[in-house]
């Protein structure tokens, strides 16, 4: 990060309750994507929101409730195809309405329903929401809207997803000092300024959308980057195992559990990103790059929160 001092959740009082860690809905899955909405539910447990809940097409709902029995589980409408389907818009809304931070896209597929239902989620929604995967496709079908957002947001797009966001490739070449810190040494307070790298054109390109629309953009890849469009960060851990599907549903899962913990939505990017890469480089450890797959992730979350001295 451009800092060692990584944002710190605050410590739990003895008479805690659920309710003061937030609940988070997030809504996604369909026919044969089941796994990536369940993959987000877990991640957000693990990243310690008090309650989770998965809105879900009805016919996967019990594939889904399957995966984990501590997050709860509600049926959207589906097409025939097992996607959301038109007419979700006001259950998602009221669902809404209940929770701290709500997540779109993990496994939730591509229709123009799904297009036209992630559109109104981002321009009416009041809550801080995360958009993720396919909701960035769809997304990207309207340009126009990611100007006018209903509330907080953040995107978090590979390099593919944020060039169809902004309508054009640019070069990503590696950019940096050569002198970035290690994993370990990003997050240990009291450490001295760390060299921020001359970012690439892709890079700075995110830093002009979030400037421009008002939002959080975590650019995702080798040397993620995190920017709010003043400030930006680019994380140091995480390793090529983690190149795997779901990877980023998790990332989606615990950033919104960040959030719902009273983190501000661009230090819940920041913690988020350098936990999961913090959680791959410990999985890695023990089980090699070659057979890290994205539910290690969410398993070696627990020893990367206690490793950064998050709890």
Do not use: W
Not at 6 to 21: I, N, Y
Not at 237 to 251: Q, Y
């Amino acid at each position: 990060m451009d800092s060692p001092d990584l944002p710190r959740l605050q410590p739990r009082r003895d008479d805690a309750h659920k309710g003061d860690f937030g609940l988070a809905l997030i809504v996604g899955g369909s026919r044969g994507m089941a796994g990536a909405a369940g993959l987000a539910g877990m991640a957000a447990l693990r990243g310690g929101a008090g309650l989770v809940r998965l809105a879900v097409p009805e016919p996967c709902l019990d594939v889904v409730a399957g995966f984990e029995p501590s997050y709860m589980t509600v049926p959207l409408v589906a097409d025939s195809a097992g996607r959301i389907g038109a007419g979700a818009f006001e259950r998602v809304a009221e669902l809404a309405e209940k929770a701290t931070v709500v997540a779109c896209g993990p496994g939730i597929g591509r229709s123009f329903d799904l297009d036209q239902l992630v559109s109104r989620l981002y321009q009416e929604i009041a809550k801080p929401m995360l958009f993720d995967a396919d909701a960035l496709s769809a997304l990207a079908t309207e340009p126009d809207v990611l100007a006018h957002p209903g509330g907080p947001r953040i995107l978090t797009p590979h390099p593919g997803e944020f060039a169809r966001l902004i309508g054009r490739k640019l070069d990503g070449d590696k950019t940096g000092t050569g002198s970035e810190p290690s994993a370990r040494q990003i997050g240990d307070a009291g450490g001295g300024e760390v060299p921020v790298p001359v970012l690439s054109p892709r890079q700075q390109a995110a830093v002009e959308l979030a400037a421009r629309c008002g939002m959080v953009v975590v650019l995702k890849g080798h040397r993620t980057l995190v920017t709010d469009g003043q400030r930006r960060a680019i994380n140091t851990t995480g390793n090529p195992g983690m190149a795997t599907g779901g990877s980023g549903d998790v990332l989606t899962g615990l950033i919104t559990a960040l959030c719902c913990q009273h983190l501000e939505p661009f230090d819940a990017a920041r913690l988020g990103v350098y936990l999961h890469g913090l959680a791959g480089d410990l999985a890695a450890e023990e089980l090699g790059q070659v057979s890290l797959m994205a539910s290690d992730l969410v398993r070696f979350l627990p020893k990367a929160f206690r490793q950064a001295g998050q709890g």
